[in-house]
T-cell receptor, first 114, second 109 residues
Framework: EPEVTQTPSHQVTQMGQEVILRCVPI?????FYWYRQILGQKVEFLVS????????KSEIFDDQFSVERPDGSNFTLKIRSTKLEDSAMYFC????????????FGQGTRLTVV | AQRVTQPEKLLSVFKGAPVELKCNYS??????LFWYVQYSRQRLQLLLR??SRESIKGFTADLNKGETSFHLKKPFAQEEDSAMYYC???????????FGGGTRLMVKP
């Protein structure tokens, strides 16, 4: 069964450094998402991506964040200058299309900013 | 603004007991509601959604628009049901999901 794959599973970075979190969505899916979950808190929406552009973003998704689908398979989340409060579990998800709205999630990347 | 509330962070029951995980939502339009489950060390996965009105692994959930609730129920809990359960809402204005805080279900032998 096809799965959404995320790498790395755990990333430790120093405050101020740039990080790139990688995701490979399911190949025939059309909508792509990033969510995050700070320890002990809710899963929060960050951004959605459709037709090679951002379709929605939350207040969390400020200028420090960017997404890209550089090669038609990978879907990346970049944080330019990490802060301590960016430490969280980051989940990638994809949806087949408008007719099927089941979201398929990756296993997550744990980002620790020190 | 849309919001999903799961009032219980932890629910502990014995095997064979009935289970009800509560979910209330706030949304002005017609929402689409889901239950997602996360078993230990596994990814979030869809358990069920209100539009399909199906029973998965013995779980059911009915959308009550009057009470703005979408509680998840199972008549006889099994140990393998132990997991984190998240209620989520998708607005008809977009495809993003708004999650509740999650309820950890522990089913004791």
């Amino acid at each position: 069964e096809p799965e959404v794959t995320q790498t790395p599973s755990h990333q430790v970075t120093q405050m101020g450094q740039e990080v790139i979190l990688r995701c490979v969505p399911i190949s025939n899916h059309l909508y792509f998402y990033w969510y995050r979950q700070i320890l002990g808190q809710k899963v929060e929406f960050l951004v959605s991506f459709y037709n090679n552009e951002i379709s929605e973003k939350s207040e969390i998704f400020d200028d420090q964040f960017s997404v890209e689908r550089p090669d038609g398979s990978n879907f990346t989340l970049k944080i330019r200058s990490t802060k301590l409060e960016d430490s969280a579990m980051y989940f990638c998800a994809s949806i087949p299309g408008q007719a099927n709205t089941e979201a398929f999630f990756g296993q997550g990347t744990r980002l620790t900013v020190v | 603004a849309q919001r999903v509330t799961q009032p219980e962070k932890l629910l502990s029951v014995f095997k064979g007991a009935p289970v009800e995980l509560k979910c209330n939502y706030s949304y002005s339009g017609s929402p689409e509601l889901f239950w997602y489950v996360q078993y230990s060390r596994q990814r979030l996965q869809l358990l069920l959604r209100h539009i399909s009105r199906e029973s998965i692994k013995g779980f059911t959930a009915d959308l009550n628009k009057g009470e703005t609730s979408f509680h998840l129920k199972k008549p006889f809990a099994q140990e393998e049901d132990s997991a984190m359960y998240y209620c989520a809402l998708r607005s008809n204005a977009g495809n993003m999901l708004t999650f509740g805080g999650g309820t950890r279900l522990m089913v004791k032998p």
